[in-house]
C-alpha cells in the first residue's frame, strides 16, 4: 500500500510517498481500508520537530473507511463495518492502517467518511472543551480564537447549541464572515484589534469566564486579559508557537484565574469517553446542529501542498486528504 514516511524533521518537502507492506492486524486491533484522511495543525509540529517523534516515522492520526480485517479477540467490530479513529498511532497518512479496536470508533450511517474524517479529532476536542473542560452554562459569554479554523468553526457551534454567546477572534475579513457564518455573536480581528480591551468592551467591562485558545504564542496575554475573575485560560494548542513562561503568581494579581493545558488523549482515555464523545458529535451532526466544513480535499499524493496551505493559514475548516 502506498503510505506517507518522514525520515527527518523539516519542511513540508520531508514528507514522501512510498510503497510498503499492508500491515495485518494482531490482536485486539483492526485493519481499516481508509476512504478519507483527516489532517491535523499538529502534524505540521510532528513533522518541523517542535514535538519530537521517534523517526523514520508515519504521520497522521485520523481517518475513516471500512474495516477490512479482524485481529484475534475483535468483537467491537466486524469486516465491512465503517470505523473511524482520531488518536493515532501515527501514520494515517496512508492507504489503510491497523488501529486498536478500542481506540477506534463506529461511524453511522449518516455521517460520510469524508465527513467523519474532517471532524472526528476536532469535533471530539471541542466536546471535550465546551463540555467537560470547564463548566459553561447557557447565557455565558466565551471567547473562541481562530474561529474559522477547522476547530474553531465546530467549538462555535457547539458553544451555540449550549446557548452560550460566542466572541470570535480570526485573522482576516473573508475568515470573520465565516466566523459569523458558523453563529459567532462577534468578531475580533485580532491581528488590528486589542483582544482584551474588546472583550471588556463587549461584555461591559467584566471579560468572559473562559477562553478557548488553541493559537498560543500571539494570544497568551489577551486571553488572560480577557478573562474575568476567577476565569480560566483553557490552553489548548500552539497554531503561532508555544506561549512564553507563565508565571503562577500573576493568576493572583490578575483575579484568582485558573489555566489549563488539556490534551483530547487525556479526555477520551477510556474506551467509554471515546464513544461517549464520538457519539455527542455524531449526533449533533446528523441533526444539523454541527455543520462540517471541509475546506479543501486533496489527494495523498499532494500531502506536501496539503501542509503548505494550513502553515500559510490559507485554509478554512478542516482538510482532509483521499487515498
Ligand atoms: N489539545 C487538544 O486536544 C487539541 C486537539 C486538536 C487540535 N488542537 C489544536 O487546536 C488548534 C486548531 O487546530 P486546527 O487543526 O483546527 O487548525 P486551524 O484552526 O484550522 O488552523 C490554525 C489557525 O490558527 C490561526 N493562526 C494564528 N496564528 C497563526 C500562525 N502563526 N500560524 C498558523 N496559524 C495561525 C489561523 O487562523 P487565522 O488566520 O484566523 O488567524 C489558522 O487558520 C491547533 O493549535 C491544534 O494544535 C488541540
Known sequence: MKAVRIEKTGGPEVLVLVEVPTPTPGPGEIRIRHEAIGLNFIETYQRSG????PLPTGLGQEAAGVVEAVGEGVTRFSVGDRAGYCTG????????????ADRAVHIPDAISSKVAAASMLRGMTAEYLIRRAWPVKSGDTVLIHAAAGGLGIILTQWAKTLGLKVIATVGSEAKAKVAGDFGADEVILYEQEDVAARVRE???GLGVPVVYDGVGKTTFEGSLASLS???CLISFGNASGAAEPLQIGRLSRMGSLYVTRPTLNDYVASTEELDDSADALFGLIA?????????SERPLAQVCQAHEDMEARSTVGANILIP
Not at 50 to 53: A, K, T
Open 50 to 53: 517542535l514535538y519530537p517523534m
Open 89 to 100: 498511532p501515527a501514520g494515517a497518512y496512508a492507504e489503510a492502517s491497523v488501529v486498536k
Open 202 to 204: 463587549i461584555t461591559g
Open 229 to 231: 475573575r476567577r476565569g
Open 287 to 295: 441533526a444539523g446542529k454541527i455543520k462540517v466544513e471541509i475546506g
